[in-house]
């Protein structure tokens, strides 16, 4: 029984350290494309249907806000906890739509013909890519028409490392193929120019970049055949850009390293961080890890739906989304705001539990306080909500009814949110 009691100790000691990937119950089976947090507590997920999947606790409750049309979503981004921008890919007209309230009502702020990629960046601005791209410096209001691809260029993502440097990822069609296109500014988005096509390693479509700093970006590219993109992509590293006139005009040119040659997937997004740590995620489901720059590639989880975005908060905390619903969540958590704000001195007594444990702490406040225990897979197993004084408080978890295995007992007061692990035992 000592030895069992070691053990589980040890796990959640364990746990505590090192961060794992854990489905998150999103409370729909719609394809999820894409995923946005503003900070540790505060994100917005977007889908198929006129799916739109808010939270304001880190990931752990998810609350679907109601839109008027069944739009298919594919990119979401933030400007601040009210206004939330979520782009279409409806067939007719490609629309942006802006919520200034949190999501409770909708506006359309933006038309194209193409599928529309959002960004948001460190001064407020607002960048768009379709046909053109777009530029807005009042919260979308107004848009300027910064740049135009012309021709069947079909761009898919814009990205910004810093308010100056910004890249829009594109691929242009051409006979039974795609190939890479991208345009750089240096200038906060007056001034777009390409880079050099022939200065890539071949004629692959491009599908997913992350750029770490303004000079230092990650490719990966496949190489489609009869408009069919093979299940395995490269890898390169993109840098020192030097803008050079060429025919009147100017081109980014740069030099590239080739990383990985044959990476078992099809990536539809990637992030990468300065210290050489890099996520990507595919039509597989596995989510790679890299600690060495791109050279080298493990498998941080393994899934049987595809993905299709990552966003992270940090190297050891961040969200995929992917098919039928899909919500992974980097890092159990512990203290999502600030515990003094809310709840102090949480403690969770026994842990291990077999039948029953006591859950102490002390509120900082009045508060109707919400508590939710899920399981590893984050279903939701138990939930109540009591209305609290300021003080001191002791509630008993009755966990003789669970089954053995790692749970996550959560409160909230509905803004600020608290998070403990507990593990349940059989004596």
């Known amino acids: ?16 350290v090192h961060s794992q990937w854990t489905p998150q119950n999103s409370t729909t ?10 900070n540790e507590n505060y994100g917005i997920a977007v889908g198929d249907s006129g799916t739109i999947l808010k939270t304001i606790d880190g990931g ?3 609350t679907s806000l109601a839109f008027f049309a069944e739009d298919d979503f594919r990119d979401v981004d933030l400007l601040g906890n009210d206004t939330i921008f979520v782009s279409s890919v409806n067939a007719t007209s490609p629309t942006i739509y802006r919520s200034t309230d949190g999501g409770l009502s909708w506006q359309k702020v933006l038309l194209d013909g193409l599928p529309i990629s959002i960004c948001t960046t460190e001064d407020d601005h607002i ?3 379709a ?12 848009w300027l028409n910064e740049y135009d691809f012309g021709g069947t260029t079909v761009p898919f993502t814009i990205q910004f490392v810093n308010k100056e440097t910004g890249h829009v990822g594109a691929n242009v069609g051409g006979f039974a193929t795609y190939s890479a296109i991208m345009v750089r500014t ?35 590219m496949n190489l489609f055949n009869l408009f069919s993109p093979n299940d ?3 890898l390169i590293r993109v840098h020192d850009f030097q803008l050079t006139p060429l025919f009147g005009d100017s081109l980014w040119m740069f030099d590239y390293d080739s990383l990985n040659f044959n990476f078992p997937d ?25 600690t060495d720059e791109g050279n080298t590639w493990m498998n941080d989880y393994t899934g049987d739906n595809a993905l299709f975005a990552i966003d992270m908060i940090d190297e050891n905390t961040g969200y995929a989304v992917g098919e039928e619903g899909t919500i992974l969540k980097l890092g159990f958590g512990t203290a999502l705001n600030s515990p003094e704000n809310f709840i102090q001195e949480l403690s969770i007594f026994p842990n291990p539990s077999a039948e029953q444990s006591l859950l102490q702490f002390y509120l900082s406040k009045n508060a109707m306080v919400q508590i939710i225990i899920r399981n590893s897979s984050g279903k939701i197993m138990e939930e109540m909500s009591k209305s609290l004084l300021k003080g001191n408080h002791s509630l008993i978890l009755k966990t003789s009814s669970y089954r053995e295995g790692l749970y996550m007992v959560q409160m909230s007061d509905g803004i600020n949110s608290i998070s403990r692990k507990i593990v349940v035992a059989g004596w």
Not at 193 to 218: I, Y
Not at 268 to 282: H, L, M, P, Q, T
């Open 1 to 16: 029984m000592k030895i069992l009691f070691a053990i589980l100790t040890l796990c959640i000691a364990a746990l505590s």
């Open 29 to 38: 089976t719609q394809n999820l494309y894409n995923i946005k947090f503003l």
């Open 60 to 62: 752990n409750t998810w």
């Open 127 to 129: 960048f768009a890519a």
């Open 131 to 142: 046909s053109l791209i777009y530029e807005s410096e009042d919260a979308g209001e107004n």
């Open 186 to 220: 240096v200038n906060g988005g007056k001034t777009w120019h390409e880079l050099d096509v022939f200065s890539f390693p071949n004629a692959a479509a491009l599908t997913a970049f992350s750029f770490t700093d303004q000079d230092t970006g990650f490719l990966f």
């Open 232 to 234: 395995s992509s490269q």
């Open 266 to 290: 099809y990536v539809n997004d990637c992030k990468f961080f300065s210290s050489k740590v890099g996520y990507a995620v595919g039509n597989n489901g596995i989510i790679f890890k890299t």
